[in-house]
């Protein structure tokens, strides 16, 4: 575990000390927060309606990270070729499963930073309304669970090309599909593929106050997946040169 840690741990101060990892959280917040200022500020945003004041916000944050999970991602594996440092890694005494937790790790405390600062919504709320708890709990763990999801992704990605560009536009490709397959239809073969694929739809239920256990599986075992087709990737280049 140390080892994992020592991983992450590097791979979190080299992004907190340039300017790409505050100019995402910066990103994430102006959107997250316009979008709670203009439920505010609307008719259905009123303490006359059924719906908790920060759901909007929460919810539209899953469509956020199409944009940018993959700004967080993109330098897993693809700057260490650009910088130069990929082969130092691949021949020092770390097991290909310390390494990819180590930077999976890394993107999802990074992803999950920019989750934490949202908190402050249902914060000021608490002072003018009541706010539903496991409705709010629900919601966060929903979000985690995407967060959790496109880490493992973006990390895979990253290991697959050589360029964090490219990994950047293939990762927000995959993210935009998965979202957009949500939306192919509700009934016959389209609806199936709707519920069982899409991402929102699987996310939805959470920011509603429903922990379907179908979801959270979903969410977890693509992030098992995609960590382990990362590991195989990493085995075979060490084995392969």
């Known amino acids: 575990m140390s080892v994992i840690w020592a991983i992450c741990r590097r791979d979190l101060v080299s992004a907190f000390t340039t300017p790409l ?5 910066a990103m994430w917040l102006v959107l997250v927060d316009l979008t709670f200022w203009l439920t505010l500020s609307s008719v259905h945003g009123t303490p006359g309606s059924d719906t908790p004041l920060f759901v909007q916000s929460l919810s539209s944050g899953v469509f ?15 700057l260490e070729r650009v910088q130069g440092t990929m082969q130092l890694l691949m021949t020092i005494p770390i097991r290909e499963h310390q390494l990819v937790a180590g930077k999976f790790l890394s993107a999802f405390l990074m992803l999950a930073t920019m989750i934490a600062a949202t908190v402050i919504q249902p914060l000021v709320l608490g ?16 979000l985690l669970s995407v967060c959790a999801m496109l880490a493992a992704l973006g990390v895979w990605i990253s290991l697959l090309v050589d360029s964090p560009v490219a990994a950047y536009v293939i990762t927000f490709a995959v993210i935009a599909v998965l979202m957009l397959v949500g939306f192919v239809g509700n009934d016959g073969v389209l609806g199936r593929l709707s519920t069982s694929v899409g991402l929102h739809q ?6 509603r106050g429903e ?31």
């Open 202 to 207: 699987r996310a939805l239920p959470f920011f």
């Open 211 to 241: 922990i379907r256990l179908g979801n959270l599986a979903y969410f977890l075992a693509s992030a098992a997946a995609f960590l382990v087709l990362s590991h195989s990737v990493l085995s075979a280049r060490r084995i392969h040169g």
């Open 21 to 25: 990892a505050w100019l995402v959280l």
């Open 64 to 78: 956020f990270l199409i944009l940018l999970a993959p700004a967080i991602t993109m330098n897993s594996f693809s």
């Open 127 to 142: 002072f003018v309304s009541a706010v539903p708890g496991p409705q709010l709990a629900s919601g966060y763990l929903g």
